[in-house]
Structure formats: C-alpha cells, structure tokens
C-alpha cells in the first residue's frame, strides 16, 4: 500500500531532550516536506527535500533539521525542544515538478514540557 | 511571500444543498493549487490538484476552479452529504514550497 509513514504518534518530552520523528514514503517520490499545524495559525512550511542531499527552509524553519540521505527518508530532528514547538506535525511526499500532488502521513503529536 | 485565505471559515449547511468554497491568494506564481480534506485528529488527504496551466479538475461530485489572473480558487460540492463533514484546506505550491489556507469547516446536517 502506497502510504508515508511518521513514528511516533505521540510524543511527550521535556524541555531541552533531543529527539527525532521518523517520515518514511514507498512511492518513491523525490519531494519530501514537513509541516506543523496549530490552532488558529494553520498548516506551516519546516522544511523540504527536492531530492537527497537537497533541502530548504520552509517558513518555520528555526529550531529544527533535517537530513535526506535517502530517498525514502526524511527525519525531523529537534536538538532542543521547547515548549513553543508542541504542535501537530506532518510529513508528506509528492512525485515533485507541477504534479506535486501531496501525500500526507497520519501526524505526530508532540508536547514539550 | 504567499498568502492564501479562505472564505468562509466555517459553512453548516442541510443535505443535499450545493455549496462552494473560496480560497484566494496573493502570488500568482504558482506550479499548483491543491484542495485538501482533513477529519478531526487524521492526516490531510488531496482532493484536487488543479495546474498552473489549467482552468479546473472534477472528480465526482466535487469541481475545483482556478483562475490565477484573480488569484482566486473555488471547490464546488454537489449535493452536500453528511459524510462530507470536515475541513477542507487549500494549498498553492512553487517550487517546493506550500502555503495553506486556514481551512474551511462544512457541516453538512441530515
């Protein structure tokens, strides 16, 4: 089944403790992003991949990374959560160019304490 | 930068009624606009993609237009159903980047 995958679901840390949420897509598409989504502010741009080795800061970048050394791939690492960055999150993944039709993973909930 | 409103926020209407939702935005340099639906609590799935290049996309009851001149964009919903209950979210895409709307919540009562 065609799908992106985020693990974990739900995430609760605290202040400071590094953590990663895992994206991974079997449609072998080249374009990858992250969002976040919260109440009242909408679905907001992190980061996206056109392709490995290749990103770019979307519109929220500060306080997060990203890495594609794969294609399949395409982790969200906070280095040092804050409370500001408790949020829904979502990764999603298109074939990429005018076709970008976005798939999206199911969400990882996230609470910094 | 892109901005994308959506109009209105919120839409209860009675079944059966035909209804249509508006998104608008502000660069018209786009490659795509996307309609989205998204149910309490899931992952947002796409509806629609219209092109940059095109006027508009049909799949069953639901009609997307695009008119990129009036940075304007509008998905019709014929004969509303009580499953059609959720939000619907616009996206224009260029390059990579994706910029939402703040979505429309439809209730379509029985």
């Known amino acids: 089944e065609a799908q992106v995958t985020q693990n974990p679901r739900y995430l609760i840390t605290v202040t400071g403790k590094k953590l990663t949420v895992t994206c991974s897509q079997n449609?072998?598409?080249?374009?990858m992003s992250w969002y976040r989504q919260d109440p009242g502010l909408g679905l907001r741009q992190i980061y996206y991949s056109m392709n490995v080795e290749v990103t770019d800061k979307g519109d929220v970048p500060e306080g997060y990374k990203v890495s594609r050394k794969e294609k399949r791939n395409f982790p969200l690492i906070l280095e040092s959560p804050s409370p500001n960055q408790t949020s829904l999150y979502f990764c999603?993944?298109?074939?990429?160019?005018?076709?970008?039709?976005?798939?999206f993973g199911s969400g990882t909930q996230l609470s910094v304490l | 930068k892109q901005e994308v409103t959506q109009i209105p926020a919120a839409l209860s209407v009675p079944e059966g009624e035909n209804l249509v939702l508006n998104c608008s935005f502000t660069?018209?340099?786009?490659?795509?606009l996307q309609w989205f639906r998204q149910d309490p609590g899931k992952g947002l799935t796409s509806l629609l993609l219209?092109?940059?290049?095109?006027r508009e996309q049909t799949s069953g009851r639901l009609n997307a237009s695009l008119d990129k001149s009036s940075g304007r964009s509008t998905l019709y919903i014929a004969a509303s159903q009580p499953g059609d209950s959720a939000t619907y979210l616009c996206?224009?895409?260029?390059?990579?980047?994706?910029?939402f709307g703040d979505g429309t919540t439809l209730t379509v009562k029985p």
């Open positions: 449609m072998n598409h080249e374009y």
């Open positions: 219209i092109q940059s290049s095109q």
């Open positions: 996206a224009a895409t260029n390059a990579g980047k994706s910029t």
């Open positions: 999603a993944s298109s074939l990429g160019g005018v076709n970008e039709k976005l798939f």
């Open positions: 660069d018209s340099a786009i490659y795509n």
